[in-house]
Nanobody, 127 residues
Framework: VQLQASGGGLVQAGGSLRLSCAAS????????MGWFRQAPGKEREFVAA????????YYPDSVKGRFTISRDNAKNTVYMQMNALKPEDTAIYYC?????????????????????WGQGTQVTVSS
């Protein structure tokens, strides 16, 4: 599985960005997907996750109500709409995939649960 993230950039606080992650895989619907981020000097942080069908999504409190994860299995792509961006959202954003299985929130938010990672896309929010 190869993942290619795109859509990052520089935006002012309060603005929006839409990230995309295209997967090179035969059956995209066999994978749950997640977004994580990592700021300089900090650990990788869970941002959002979605199950194989799109019927289950998870977010940490830090982004809930501002970020929305979605997927299009016909296009092998997962998206993340980010609104009301804050300077503290500045980080490299990574998409990740895991073979679909039991999908509780406590596992969906763990980087170790994911089998494949994309290269990351930089998001910078200016104040």
């Amino acid at each position: 599985v190869q993942l290619q993230a795109s859509g990052g950039g520089l935006v002012q606080a309060g603005g929006s960005l839409r990230l995309s992650c295209a997967a090179s895989v035969r059956t995209f619907s066999r994978y749950d997907m997640g977004w994580f981020r990592q700021a300089p000097g900090k650990e990788r942080e869970f941002v959002a996750a979605i199950n194989w069908s799109g019927s289950i999504t998870y977010y940490p409190d830090s982004v809930k109500g501002r970020f929305t994860i979605s997927r299009d299995n016909a296009k092998n792509t997962v998206y993340m709409q980010m609104n009301a961006l804050k300077p503290e959202d500045t980080a490299i954003y990574y998409c990740a995939a895991r073979s679909t299985r039991w999908f509780p929130k406590n596992l969906a938010g763990l980087p170790s649960e994911y089998d494949y990672w994309g290269q990351g896309t930089q998001v910078t929010v200016s104040s």
